[in-house]
Each structure stands twice: as C-alpha cells, then as structure tokens.
C-alpha cells in the first residue's frame, strides 16, 4: 500500500494481480482497479515528480507505471532480466526507481514519468 497525497488516494496491491485505488473520503471501498500484472503486486512507489503518478512492482518481474487519471492501463512497463524473478520491493525517489528482486539483485532506471532507461 502507498499513499498518494496530493490526490488524497491509497493505492494497493493485491494477490488477484491488481491495483485497487481507493478514496477514504468515499462510500465506496474502490474507486478504480487498475489490471495489467501477471502477477501478484507486491510493491507500490509514488512518483517523485507527478502526483498522479505510481509505480508497481509485480511477481510477475514486471514494474508497471500509472496515471490515476487513466485508469484504462499502465502508461508503461519496465522489465527485469529474463529469469530474474519476482520483485520484491521497489523504491522511487529524484535519483531513479530500484527495484529488488528473488535473485537477491537490484535494478535501476532512471529517467521520468514517460520513459525511463535501466543503468
């Protein structure tokens, strides 16, 4: 789970591959499920730059970067090496995202919320 606070929303990852948006000011539980992952999402990442931007880290060795104003799908996917595993954590902050993997192995991108490059 992680909090977008400019946006007053929570995002969280599930084990049915999904990220549920929700609003506590709202009577509804959901406001928007985000579907894309192969996988269950294990971490979630705030963009630094854009506070409608997130980013989820999947069993699926996929990361997979949000607009909450699109919920139609991800703006785009960033992918670990063949065989890497599953992601465990990700971390985005000014300097890059990181992920850490099953393979006990970091990866790093940097660039911003329309396309980023792997170091």
Known sequence: MTSLRATSLLALGTTTNRVLLHDPRSQSITVNTLSGHEGFVSSLSPSPDNPNIFA??????????????????????????????????????ARGLVAGGQDGKLDIWTGNTTSMSKL
Request: aromatic content about 10%.
């Open 56 to 93: 989820s880290g999947s069993y699926d060795a996929h990361i997979r970067i949000w607009d909450i104003r699109n919920p139609a799908g991800s703006i785009f996917r960033l992918d670990r090496q063949p065989g890497a595993g599953k992601i465990l954590s990700i971390d985005w902050n």
